[in-house]
């Protein structure tokens, strides 16, 4: 596989991940990491590829399809790059699930039983 082939497939492969992540509700997540990774790029480089994410009414595919060419410019302009953008497509995300039986103070995931929330009243 040659170099122009690999930085097609991890500017791919990184546009999916920065548009799922995107459409879960990290926005500015995905913001942030597209300028930390394009930060060899010029502000308007990076602009036009963080506006990407201003859509969100957009699918993951859209978002992927949209910032894909500015990613695979970057590439094409900054080869050494490549290995920055495959920590997030060969990392990829992580998704933690939890499932929560019994009583107790629960963390996000499922709760299988009572769970009363009261805001400023007596705890019950």
Partial sequence: M????????VATGTAVALATEATLG??????????????????A?????????????ATAEELAARVTPFLRAHLDA???AVNEFKTLTVGGTTIYNQSNTGTGVFIGGDNHGGLTINHSGPAT
């Fill in 2 to 9: 040659s170099l122009p082939e690999i930085a097609a497939a």
């Fill in 78 to 80: 900054y080869p050494v």
């Fill in 45 to 57: 480089e990076q602009n036009h590829a963080v506006a990407v994410f201003d859509d969100q009414d």
């Fill in 26 to 43: 990290r926005w500015e997540w995905a913001k942030a990491k597209v300028r930390e990774l394009m930060h060899r790029g010029t502000a």
